[in-house]
């Protein structure tokens, strides 16, 4: 290369172009070439720099205070390299300093030098040198404070709005928190526009902020505006035009947060969409003056809402919904742990232990407020406890859904109650060691025992025992007969049997049709069964009673050789229909935990079965095949607690609750139960046949087949109809408010009849039940002559049926009022068809 083309280079190609032509050609004539091999230190940081060097081709190093590792190249496409022609150590030459930094060579390199005292006389020649650098430092310098002015404006403007960090990650192990994780982690990754949208507490914010700062711009300001504050210009976000710049202007390269987007006002809500479809925004003039160009937006933006804002966020290329914590109940032990751990470091306490207990507690509520109700009910437990070591369920006082209110958990309370229900004897060994015998016992008795009833002891127990008794249960305990029931003892027994004898796989449950046809098959078959009582006199006829007890059985034990677990109990027992009906008022019920099910049980063997886990027991798992964390009533809960001795984690729960709340509150109505309902209305009706004869002076001969049948059908259907009446007079007469649906309302009879069947069982409880020891020896063909009877007297018998038909009616009102949740006024018509049909039954029963 010749001279004239070194100057020509240096000219074009270095910083020391801005020197005099003759200046340059000095330089270029004292130019010595070197190469200098790979990984060779060319300087020494904080050492006397040995020439002036630039850099031809090569790539270097530079290490020092000022840059960590930087590499300077010839590559252009390197961002952290330099054109060839960068200058090395001349500012430390000219003001007389030690290298800044340390240069090394990667690769080799081709260097143009000047030794030091060579170009010290350079610049004593030519004085130029040093004055046109000083000038070039000074506009630098000038240049580097008007940018630390604009800087210093830009961050005063930006710093109301600014967020310093996230507060924290996304805590939790669950999908939701992955799948979370991984949406934010994609957001980051570009400069697409983002709509974050939740429920209220669920720190969208800090969402917005994890996106920024795990993004490449992450050293760029982000800003939070409140758009229920913005101004409906939108002066504060587009700037004036020829005046005060906007947030947008400033924020440059940054992330913008609009926060709360659904109170933009709707004056910005065009501008808004614009500048998120194209871009773009114009600043805001007065009004008359010409409209400014539109200036581009560099921000990323990132919208947060509470529910979604169709003519926004169709212009939003990227969509997170936050998951609410009910959904995300397998976070909240590390959630809890979180920020116990955070409040303690920050008032330097001992970190306490959160109980089982208080965990599934907390996992059974819902938290409407969500993150931030969960991080206040941690701190206030914290403090409330007044640094005990762990932190129990009483001081989550206000943990607790609308599902869990008024409810108390029996299994807590009564611990020996939960180790009975757990153990062999509840209900394997009373069913198999008692009930399969006995049942069997009275089978026999009553085909071959004396056929009447004061002979008889099987239909004693029968008639005058057992149907008041599981009558006067249902209030109280539910189903709880069922899970000791003989039906399905012999139809358990029956598939073992079968499944030993001829190895299959039982066929599953026809769900669909068994839900739509089930209940009115059991319908029908009450409805048989209640005629077949009448017409045959089932009440005092031994043999007929054990026919009645053999068809029930026989049907369990076909349905049980065909189909797995218990579908006759589920869908088809007529015994089990009315049970699942009356079961609905009962003041207990069995459940699960909803939070600590979904957060903590992978298994579901309380549904499925299984072997043993942890504390769980091995099971083959419910028997009518429910789930009792979804369970809405008590219609499918036999109450066999297999859930509770199945269940590892302690969710099952034995409440005690109000009376029939169910019915006002998760209720689902289904027409078939309804039909049962309202014929066992008729039953009670057709039970006192003989009084009902006599008191209207039919005087229908009873022992006359088709007479009798008429009258029966008669007294089956008649009652019936005043509910449909009275609820017909409520559309009729009264609009305002519209009348709940019939199907809705007729559970409101469910007491009274209820009430109804047991007053009128009640005679036979108290007059002939006390018998039973002079019915047992007759039974045998012995005297019992002189044997102790316990019977009632009239009056007690009478009182008792008047109370029971009272508390009915006034708790039919109740439930009624409940379930419509509308004023008396407008159901008086159903009150006043409730105090007629009990106005019947104290007639006819109470004598």
Known sequence: MSGREWVTWLSERTTLGILSKPALKAIAQMLEEKVVDANEVLAREETPPTGLYILKQGRLEVAGKSRQRAAIASDPKNPASLLPGSVIHLQELILDQNAGQTVTTLTECHLWFVPRDRFGQLVQEYPEIAQTFSRFLVEKLADVSEALDYEQQRQNELRPYAIAKAKRGIVGKSRYAARLRQQIREAGSDRLSVFIFGEPGLEKDNTAALIHFGSPARRSAIVKIDCGILQTSGAELFGRAGGKPGLLEWLGEGTLVLNNIEELPSELTEAIAHLLETQTYTPVTRSGDPPPSPKTCQAKIIAIGERRLPQIERHIQRTIKVPPLRVRKADIAAQVDYYTSLYCRAKGLEKPHLTPEALRRLQAYDFPGNIRELQNLVERAIVQSDCASELTEEIFWSAQSKKKQFRVNLLNAYPRLRNFLRSPWWPDRINYGFTFAFFALVVALLFLGPQTRDRNLALNLFWAWWWP??????????????????????????????????????????????????????????????????????????????????????????????????????????????????????????????????????????????????????????????????????????????????????????????????????HVPRSYEVALLLLLLGGIFLHRLPEINAQLEFNVDLTQFWPHFALSVAALLVPVSVPFLAHGAMKLFDRQPKPKPFLQLAYGYLPLVLGGSLAHYLRLGLTEAGRILPVSFATFGLSGEGLPIWVAHPAVIEFLQGTTLMVAVGLTVVLTQKIARQPVRSLLPQHLATVVLAACMWAIIVR
């Not at 029931?485 to 769900?511: A, D, H, N, V």
């Not at 059991?522 to 009440?539: H, P, T, V």
């Not at 065909?562 to 207990?588: D, H, V």
């Not at 809960?637 to 034995?654: D, I």
């Open 469 to 666: 008794v599981v009558l006067f249960a249902f209030p109280f305990v539910g189903r709880l007969w069922c899970a000791i029931c003989p039906f399905m003892i012999y139809g358990e027994i029956t598939q073992k049997l079968s499944l030993w004898l001829f190895p299959r796989k039982l066929k599953y449950w026809p769900r669909q049709d068994a839900e739509k046809w089930g209940g009115w098959f059991l319908f029908g078959l009450f409805a048989l069964i209640f005629l077949w009582e009448e017409l045959w006199n089932l009440e005092n006829t031994a043999y007929l009673s054990a026919c009645l007890l053999l068809l029930i059985t026989a049907g369990a034990m076909i349905f049980s050789a065909i189909f797995e677990r218990r579908f006759w109990c589920r869908y088809l027992c007529p015994i089990g229909g009315m049970n699942g009906l009356f079961a609905k008022l009962s003041m207990t019920e069995l459940r699960a935990q909803q939070g600590t099910c979904s957060a903590e049980c992978t298994t579901y063997q309380c549904y499925k079965g299984g072997p043993q886990k942890g504390e769980g027991m091995a099971t083959n798992g419910c028997p009518l095949y429910s789930h009792p964390a979804q369970l809405e009533d008590n219609r499918d809960c036999v109450l066999c607690m297999t859930c509770l001795k199945a269940c590892p984690h302690r969710s099952v729960e034995f409440n005690l609750r109000p009376p029939g709340i169910e019915l006002w509150t998760t």
